[in-house]
């Protein structure tokens, strides 16, 4: 066994090996629609990370627009019908 497999790092009384890591990694990697559709299975854990963050701040915009987009559709709705919708929403 290699000393880099055997390595292990220590969070808290949690030990995290290499392959775990990288198990980690290869699953966000299969998440990630534009690094799965473009790229090869070599992509580094450094760029798996990036594209994970960058895909984490697009969902962020999208929910936002789409947050104020109900809000502007539910301004422009009858109170009723409106009342209804955010009960909906709230379940």
């Given at each position: 066994m290699s000393?880099?497999?055997?390595?292990?790092r220590q969070s808290g009384s949690?030990?995290?090996t290499d392959d775990q890591i990288n198990?980690?990694?290869?699953?966000?990697?299969?998440?990630?629609?534009?690094?799965?559709n473009r790229c090869s299975d070599k992509?580094?854990?450094?760029?798996?990370?990036?594209?994970?963050?960058?895909?984490?701040r697009s969902l962020h915009r999208e929910v936002e627009d789409l947050s104020d987009r109900l809000s502007e559709l539910l301004d422009n709705t009858d109170s009723t019908q409106a009342s209804i919708i955010r009960s909906l929403l709230m379940q």
């Open positions: 000393t880099r497999r055997s390595r292990s949690t030990l995290i198990d980690l990694v290869s699953k966000l990697h299969q998440l990630l629609p534009e690094v799965r992509v580094s854990a450094a760029r798996v990370l990036q594209e994970t963050c960058s895909y984490i």
